[in-house]
């Protein structure tokens, strides 16, 4: 899709595009369209919805603009949350086919080697409670303790259940100073050992013809973080995991994806952070904010939830002494 937008700023440009049109590439980079702006004119393209979203995104700066206001790249953010919000309520509202409600009653019907999935620990079962209630949970707590697992276990059940339409399994790119860009071949192949405990969750819950085709028909996505920007997902169950590597920016980001019916379950251990500034974790910074939305809950695991070999505890335990070393 291609749009034409004649920009009608009787004042200096910068105003509206921003130096060196830094508002224009921020627009571009978050929505995910091509943007070309030459004379008065800013040309988009790109699929439907983000072209729209890009659109009233640059109505609202021109008119900002056309008030001798100029727009800075925080403003531009906020506008591009809202519009990306607006577009999601007005897809939700068109027909489609009824979906259950996203939340449960029971137990899970989620299996592994032909046992029932279910929380073993007090703090697990309100992990899953949380999830049950709330559209946004963190899981926050050390290696071991089932946040992850737990998460796609309950994704897994709302899809076979019908409450959702999908899955989409999403990891930040940052691992021990490592990058995307330094692995071989192509984004699958970047993107699979970053994703790797999540796909090692589904393989224990479903069998792998199954994810296969649920790949191959969109049912199923993988993909890294900066790969959501521009996208509105409805209808589905998000999973951030290793959430303590993404910084606040990028936490916000991810979370204004939420669409209509859709559930977000974002897991990390804030004692595993490999930013180069711990304190700018985003999952740090969202117990803060988070605390007392509406909605969303933030649940802590600890030690005595380790559900793994019985040693991964004792392990966690030795390094808490006196902290890791580097």
């Keep these: 899709m291609e749009i034409t937008v004649r920009i009608p700023v009787a004042g200096d440009w910068v105003r509206f595009a921003g130096?060196?049109?830094?508002?224009?590439?921020?627009?571009?980079?978050?929505?995910?369209?091509?943007?070309?702006?030459?004379?008065?004119?800013?040309?988009?393209?790109?699929?439907?919805?983000?072209?729209?979203?890009?659109k009233a995104v640059i109505d609202r700066m021109v008119e900002l603009a056309a008030r001798g206001h100029q727009c800075q790249p925080g403003e531009v953010q906020d506008l591009i949350a809202d519009e990306t919000e607006d577009q999601a309520v007005q897809i939700a509202t068109m027909d489609e086919p009824e979906l259950r409600p996203v939340s449960w009653e029971g137990d899970l019907e989620v299996y592994s080697a032909g046992r029932r999935i279910r929380p073993r620990t007090n703090n697990q079962l309100q992990y899953v409670e949380a999830i049950r209630h709330n559209d946004l949970v963190f899981g926050s707590g050390p290696a071991g303790t089932g946040k992850t697992y737990l998460a796609v276990a309950c994704a897994v059940h709302m899809l076979k259940a019908d409450r959702v339409r999908k899955i989409m399994l999403v990891r930040p790119a940052v691992e021990a100073g490592e990058k995307l860009g330094f692995l071989p071949g192509d984004l699958e192949a970047k993107v699979h050992p970053y994703l790797r405990p999540l796909l090692d969750a589904l393989h224990d819950m479903l069998e792998f013809n199954t994810i296969r085709r649920f790949m191959e028909t969109d049912v199923l996505e993988i993909a890294p973080l900066a790969y959501m920007r521009g996208r509105t997902l409805n209808h589905s169950v998000i999973i951030l995991d290793e959430a303590q590597n993404t910084t606040a920016a990028q936490m916000?980001?991810?979370?204004?994806?939420?669409?209509?019916?859709?559930?977000?379950?974002?897991?990390?251990?804030?004692?595993?952070?490999?930013?180069?500034?711990?304190?700018?974790?985003?999952?740090?910074?969202?117990?803060?904010?988070?605390?007392?939305?509406?909605?969303?809950?933030?649940?802590?695991?600890?030690?005595?939830?380790?559900?793994?070999?019985?040693?991964?505890?004792?392990?966690?335990?030795?390094?808490?002494?006196d902290g890791p070393h580097h």
């Design 252 to 321: 916000k980001m991810f979370l204004t994806r939420l669409g209509h019916g859709s559930k977000m379950i974002v897991t990390g251990d804030t004692s595993q952070i490999d930013l180069s500034n711990p304190a700018h974790s985003g999952l740090i910074d969202a117990a803060r904010r988070f605390k007392d939305v509406p909605g969303s809950a933030f649940i802590r695991l600890q030690n005595s939830d380790v559900v793994r070999h019985p040693l991964v505890q004792r392990i966690i335990e030795a390094y808490q002494v």
């Design 19 to 54: 130096p060196a049109d830094s508002n224009l590439k921020l627009v571009r980079e978050a929505v995910g369209v091509t943007i070309a702006a030459r004379d008065g004119v800013v040309q988009l393209a790109g699929q439907e919805e983000p072209v729209c979203i890009a």
